[in-house]
């Protein structure tokens, strides 16, 4: 009969004393999910599943390197603390440094204040995707193609450490993804929405409008004419604002990227000025009242302690235009001899924690939001994402929806709009910080094969000036 998780978790004191004498660090990770995935593609439920997993991962440490294994059956546990200490010592020939933590026994939940998605029926919830994609349908004919994402998890992970921590967390997870497409002979646009939630299934109904949105500027795109390539100061929105401080900043923060590259730690060297003395960046899964008033505020990544037992804070990435933080795991703290931020984060148990983001944010400043747009003789309104990607300190991104600017006012909408530059110039081109502020609870972030880790990113509205707008430098025109 297979062990179970409560089972499991009475036999790791015993386990931990008999093994932990031969290696410098021991951690073993069990983890029971449960959760719900559906996919409809035009008028058809591809994927309709619930499922409920059970796994876990031991890391051992010895000598500086590391020994993983991960296992789906909790019986052959002693076998896997075996394998990764072995693994370990065949590698193993530096030191072991990692930066202290307290060692932590305790339980903890990270509640949801309204319904649980495992109190919805798999029926319901497959209603309202059909529901969603018939709001994609009936925005126009020329929608083509719809698709709708439907997704949630419930993870309770029970965290037992050689050094004497004993942790139980869990928490839910929620997102949807919208997504339709028009055409009108060659052109073909498509729109997208996502959300997401770690608070209340409530918060993926009623989207009707947002989901609209999506078809809407599908079909709306068809007809608008392209963005002339070209360097403009360009106005973003909070969304757009989130993407660029989570993508072109955030993960040069991560401290793992930056002591395995010497050239980059050599860019992000504490105190070097980046950007305007207006400009606050943070990091954190526990995020201060001071941004909404509201105290306990939770986001897509939120959590009391990381998956190494640290616990969660928030840190600060830039104060006053100046590097003065950045986001660490036990590891890259010890090396680096800053300290653990919380920071170390892994998708599940199939992975060990990597330095991952939770929530990122730009402050807001004190300009009002009309106030972005003046004494700019031609530029460029964007809002919302539709992709991006990264490459080092170099970004693209695309905007959902965009508008140039002229003499000051919004003239007429453009489309297919991306955002290029240097992550360093660009907050360095930072001309005005709004008083505004928006979370996007979107977020499902990327690195290391671990694809869709929860996170969230909000700011305020920007002006950027010397922004590469439509397609590379090549086609600007001078």
């Not at 660090?25 to 559906?38: F, N, P, V, W």
């Not at 400009?279 to 505020?297: R, S, T, W, Y």
């Not at 600060?316 to 986001?327: A, E, N, P, S, T």
Request: net charge negative; aromatic share 6%; glycine share 10%.
């Amino acid at each position: 009969m297979p062990i179970s998780l409560t089972e499991a978790k009475n036999l790791l004191s015993d386990l931990l004393a008999n093994y932990s004498h031969q290696v410098d660090y021991l951690a073993i990770r069990l983890e029971e999910s449960q959760g719900t995935d559906i996919l409809l593609r035009g008028h058809k439920i591809e994927t309709l599943s619930e499922g409920i997993s059970i796994g876990g991962q031991v890391r051992a440490c010895y000598k500086g390197a590391w020994g993983f294994a991960s296992f789906n059956q909790i019986s052959t546990l002693k076998e896997r603390i075996e394998e990764a200490i072995a693994a370990a010592k065949l590698i193993g020939k530096e030191e072991t440094i990692l930066a202290p933590i307290p060692i932590i026994q305790a339980t903890h939940v990270v509640s949801l204040i309204g319904k649980d998605p495992r109190q919805i029926s798999l029926a319901n919830k497959k209603e309202l995707c059909e529901h969603y994609g018939q709001v994609l349908r009936s925005v126009d004919p020329r929608i083509t193609t719809v698709s709708v994402r439907y997704g949630d998890s419930t993870q309770k992970v029970i965290l037992a450490t050689s050094e004497g921590t004993m942790l139980e967390q869990s928490w839910t997870d929620m997102e949807m993804r919208f997504a339709a497409t028009a055409r009108n002979g060659e052109t073909v646009q498509t729109g997208r929405e996502t959300t997401g939630s770690r608070k209340a299934y409530e918060d993926l109904t009623n989207l009707d409008n947002q989901v609209r949105s999506a078809a809407e500027r599908a079909v709306n795109s068809l007809a608008l004419p392209i963005v002339q390539g070209n360097t403009y100061t360009v106005v973003i929105d909070p969304i757009l604002t989130g993407l660029f401080v989570h993508e072109a900043f955030g993960h040069l923060s991560e401290a793992d990227m930056a002591y395995e590259n010497p050239d980059l730690l050599e860019v992000m060297t504490i105190g070097r000025r980046f950007g305007p003395e207006n400009l606050q960046i943070f990091d954190g899964a526990m995020v201060p009242p001071i941004l909404n008033g509201e105290e306990g505020e939770v986001h897509r990544g939120s959590y009391i302690y990381d998956d190494e037992g640290t616990l969660a804070t928030t840190t600060q990435l830039i104060k006053d235009g100046v590097l003065v933080g950045r986001l660490h795991s036990r590891e890259t703290a010890g090396k680096l001899g800053e300290t653990p931020t919380g920071n170390a984060r892994c998708l599940d148990y199939h992975y060990p924690p990597l330095v991952r983001m939770t929530n990122t944010w730009i402050a807001p400043g004190n300009t009002p939001v009309s106030d972005l747009f003046a004494d700019i003789k031609e530029g460029v309104y964007a809002r919302n994402w539709f992709g991006g990607m990264t490459n080092g300190e170099m970004f693209t991104f695309s905007a959902g929806e965009a508008w140039m600017i002229r003499n000051g006012e919004l003239a007429e909408p453009v489309r297919d709009v991306t955002l290029s530059g240097n992550v360093f110039n660009t907050l360095a081109d930072i001309e005005a910080i709004a008083d505004d502020f928006y979370w996007d609870e979107s977020g499902g972030c990327g690195k290391g094969g671990q694809n869709g880790l929860p996170v969230g990113c909000g700011g305020p509205s920007l002006r950027l000036r010397n922004v590469v707008v439509g397609g590379d430098a090549s086609e600007v025109r001078s």
